[in-house]
């Protein structure tokens, strides 16, 4: 019974994550902005899902291979996403409403 | 128990069909590989919902499987990119002299 | 060699996870592609203590213990900016990185990239361009929130040949 | 009931998508879209309870298919043409006869799942009463594909293999084999 609750409360915690990103990707502007959506998609909100769900069937092989879903997603979203920024970056799109050029700390006075 | 788990797959169905819009709307074609990019994890999450709801766990071998092959078929698209082929139906941007895009 | 015995262990127990069959022939398959496995990569020369740190077991622990915490927080104010209960305020800075080896600046753009709010976008001689999407959270870069807890990697005598 | 709003969602992305990858100009979008198809095509083999067809398809059409597609857009070169756009006739109606006839010939298809249908009270009845002890296969349609259809599926897994290599040999440029060890000479 606990366990139930417990699968409900985070499988709906990573729902909600899940349709917050999705909101993110159309309230951002911007490509690079629009990665942080998906990070948050593909970290918190896949660990919660794959989480509650491994909460329903205790330690078994479909907790390991939940886990092992959530190991593969973790180490391939990283590198996913830094090919395609560096990708769109060496292309020469450049992210709108920042410094042009990247600085290397803040000014105490700047903006 | 299955009630929620419904709710939650059509929560994740509503989120493929966000990353699918932006998929569609672009502008660029980073924000489309972004956007497949997204859609396949939920799918993946998708999959891993539906072997709960149908009761048939062995169905998570798929979503294993669409993990790893998802990340395939991103890093070959962004090997093409890379070989700075302009593959992008509009004009690489121009850069201005401080590096800002127009 | 050590690399090869302790991925083909890897491996061999990742088959028989996903398997879930103890049969002898079942088994006797699982080798046989834990083998062929082995030699591909062993082909490919990519069994060396980058693609598997062993001798950074426990560090990596602690270190993705206390990078769980940071993705966590770093979501919760992500969300809240999605929402617009906080300002979008995209940043991009120039991060100096201390790693001197290979397998250390990749764990750290990695790490930059898997917390939201930030991701790495290009490096450049020992230099991180990052995007991120609060000041606050490129002011944490710069403290070295992310930087402090990036295990370090001493295999001195083998990663000096590398370089 | 979750399994018919999922297949009608799937269903809908797919029409969507096709329609995109119809009017998009991107060839890169839209063989990435490509590889989506077939994971949503995959998806619905699986909610039509195939989960090894749901393997193949996943894996030939999102893998191997997005990858060849990509290496082939990678040799082109890259220039438009705009295309007089006007209806075919003759193929349209080539097509829509073909659909109709198909369409038609699945009235005498069993129902799914129907207990009566010939399939079900021999064929598939020998696989599941004796599959197990004549092959000694756990997964019984892995059972049927690899052993009691071995040589059908070795054949068939044959052919794809060649035609894989085929098209590997045709897309690699001479210039860019690599030999093991040598970096290639740019």
């Given at each position: 019974?606990?366990?139930?609750?417990?699968?409900?409360?985070?499988?709906?915690?990573?729902?909600?994550?899940?349709?917050?990103?999705?909101?993110?990707?159309?309230?951002?502007?911007?490509?690079?902005?629009?990665?942080?959506?998906?990070?948050?998609?593909?970290?918190?909100?896949?660990?919660?899902?794959?989480?509650?769900?491994?909460?329903?069937?205790?330690?078994?092989?479909?907790?390991?291979?939940?886990?092992?879903?959530?190991?593969?997603l973790?180490?391939t979203?990283?590198?996913a996403?830094?090919?395609?920024?560096?990708?769109?970056?060496?292309?020469?799109?450049?992210?709108?409403?920042?410094?042009?050029?990247?600085?290397?700390?803040?000014?105490?006075?700047?903006? | 128990?299955?009630?929620?788990?419904?709710?939650?797959?059509?929560?994740?169905?509503?989120?493929?069909?966000?990353?699918?819009?932006?998929?569609?709307?672009?502008?660029?074609?980073?924000?489309?590989?972004?956007?497949v990019n997204?859609f396949g994890t939920?799918a993946v999450?998708?999959?891993?919902?539906?072997?709960?709801?149908?009761?048939?766990?062995?169905?998570?071998?798929?979503?294993?499987?669409y993990s790893l092959l998802n990340f395939v078929g991103v890093?070959?698209?962004?090997?093409?990119?890379?070989?700075?082929?302009?593959?992008?139906?509009?004009?690489?941007?121009?850069?201005?002299?401080?590096?800002?895009?127009? | 060699?050590?690399?090869?015995?302790?991925?083909?262990?890897?491996?061999?127990?990742?088959?028989?996870?996903?398997?879930?069959?103890?049969?002898?022939?079942?088994?006797?398959?699982?080798?046989?592609?834990?083998?062929?496995?082995?030699?591909?990569?062993?082909?490919?020369?990519?069994?060396?203590?980058?693609?598997?740190?062993?001798?950074?077991?426990?560090?990596?622990?602690?270190?993705?213990?206390?990078?769980?915490?940071?993705?966590?927080?770093?979501?919760?104010?992500?969300?809240?900016?999605?929402?617009?209960?906080?300002?979008?305020?995209?940043?991009?800075?120039?991060?100096?990185?201390?790693?001197?080896?290979?397998?250390?600046?990749?764990?750290?753009?990695?790490?930059?990239?898997?917390?939201?709010?930030?991701?790495?976008?290009?490096?450049?001689?020992?230099?991180?361009?990052?995007?991120?999407?609060?000041?606050?959270?490129?002011?944490?870069?710069?403290?070295?929130?992310?930087?402090?807890?990036?295990?370090?990697?001493?295999?001195?005598?083998?990663?000096?040949?590398?370089? | 009931?979750?399994?018919?709003?999922?297949?009608?969602?799937?269903?809908?992305?797919?029409?969507?998508?096709?329609?995109?990858?119809?009017?998009?100009?991107?060839?890169?979008?839209?063989?990435?879209?490509?590889g989506l198809?077939?994971l949503?095509?995959?998806?619905?083999?699986?909610?039509?309870?195939?989960?090894?067809?749901?393997?193949?398809?996943?894996?030939?059409?999102t893998?191997?298919?997005?990858?060849?597609?990509?290496?082939?857009?990678?040799?082109?070169?890259?220039?438009?043409?705009?295309?007089?756009?006007?209806?075919?006739?003759?193929?349209?109606?080539?097509?829509?006869?073909?659909?109709?006839?198909?369409?038609?010939?699945?009235?005498?298809?069993?129902?799914?799942?129907?207990?009566?249908?010939?399939?079900?009270?021999?064929?598939?009845?020998?696989?599941?009463?004796?599959?197990?002890?004549?092959?000694?296969?756990?997964?019984?349609?892995?059972?049927?594909?690899?052993?009691?259809?071995?040589?059908?599926?070795?054949?068939?897994?044959?052919?794809?293999?060649?035609?894989?290599?085929?098209?590997?040999?045709?897309?690699?440029?001479?210039?860019?084999?690599?030999?093991?060890?040598?970096?290639?000479?740019?």
């Open positions: 019974m606990i366990t139930d609750i417990l699968t409900g409360v985070f499988v709906s915690l990573g729902c909600t994550l899940g349709l917050i990103g999705g909101l993110g990707m159309h309230r951002l502007d911007d490509f690079y902005a629009r990665l942080h959506a998906v990070g948050v998609t593909d970290t918190l909100c896949s660990f919660f899902i794959l989480f509650g769900l491994a909460l329903q069937t205790g330690l078994s092989f479909v907790t390991i291979k939940l886990l092992l879903i959530f190991l593969f973790l180490f979203s990283p590198a996403s830094f090919s395609l920024a560096n990708n769109a970056w060496q292309w020469g799109l450049r992210p709108k409403g920042t410094n042009s050029e990247p600085v290397s700390s803040f000014n105490k006075d700047a903006s | 128990m299955n009630l929620l788990l419904v709710a939650a797959s059509l929560a994740i169905m509503t989120t493929m069909a966000l990353a699918l819009a932006r998929a569609l709307l672009g502008p660029t074609i980073f924000d489309r590989i972004l956007a997204m939920k999450l998708l999959v891993a919902v539906f072997a709960f709801v149908s009761g048939r766990p062995d169905v998570l071998d798929i979503a294993l499987l890093v070959a698209a962004l090997r093409l990119v890379e070989r700075g082929k302009d593959y992008a139906d509009h004009k690489k941007p121009e850069i201005n002299k401080d590096g800002s895009n127009p | 060699m050590k690399h090869t015995i302790s991925l083909g262990a890897l491996l061999f127990a990742l088959w028989v996870l996903l398997s879930g069959h103890l049969e002898p022939l079942l088994l006797g398959f699982g080798v046989l592609s834990v083998i062929f496995s082995l030699y591909i990569a062993r082909r490919m020369d990519v069994v060396d203590h980058e693609s598997h740190p062993i001798h950074l077991t426990f560090k990596l622990l602690k270190f993705w213990l206390v990078l769980g915490k940071k993705i966590f927080q770093a979501n919760i104010d992500v969300t809240l900016r999605i929402l617009g209960f906080k300002a979008v305020e995209p940043q991009l800075i120039k991060l100096k990185m201390d790693q001197t080896t290979d397998l250390g600046k990749a764990m750290y753009a990695n790490s930059i990239t898997l917390t939201p709010g930030s991701a790495s976008i290009h490096m450049e001689e020992g230099e991180l361009y990052v995007h991120t999407i609060s000041r606050q959270g490129a002011q944490d870069l710069f403290d070295g929130d992310i930087a402090d807890i990036i295990p370090h990697d001493k295999t001195s005598s083998d990663t000096g040949a590398n370089q | 009931m979750i399994s018919l709003v999922i297949d009608i969602v799937l269903l809908l992305f797919l029409l969507i998508m096709a329609i995109f990858i119809l009017r998009v100009h991107q060839l890169l979008a839209v063989a990435m879209l490509f198809y077939s949503l095509v995959a998806g619905l083999f699986m909610v039509l309870d195939a989960p090894d067809v749901a393997f193949t398809e996943a894996a030939v059409g893998g191997i298919a997005t990858v060849l597609m990509l290496a082939t857009i990678a040799c082109t070169k890259v220039s438009q043409e705009k295309i007089q756009r006007k209806v075919a006739k003759t193929p349209l109606f080539i097509c829509l006869v073909v659909g109709g006839l198909l369409m038609y010939g699945t009235h005498n298809i069993a129902d799914l799942g129907d207990p009566e249908a010939p399939p079900h009270t021999q064929v598939a009845k020998r696989y599941i009463e004796d599959g197990q002890k004549d092959t000694g296969v756990p997964n019984l349609v892995t059972a049927v594909l690899a052993s009691y259809r071995g040589f059908d599926t070795l054949g068939e897994v044959t052919v794809v293999f060649t035609a894989g290599i085929g098209v590997l040999l045709l897309l690699v440029r001479p210039q860019k084999i690599r030999i093991k060890g040598v970096k290639s000479a740019r």
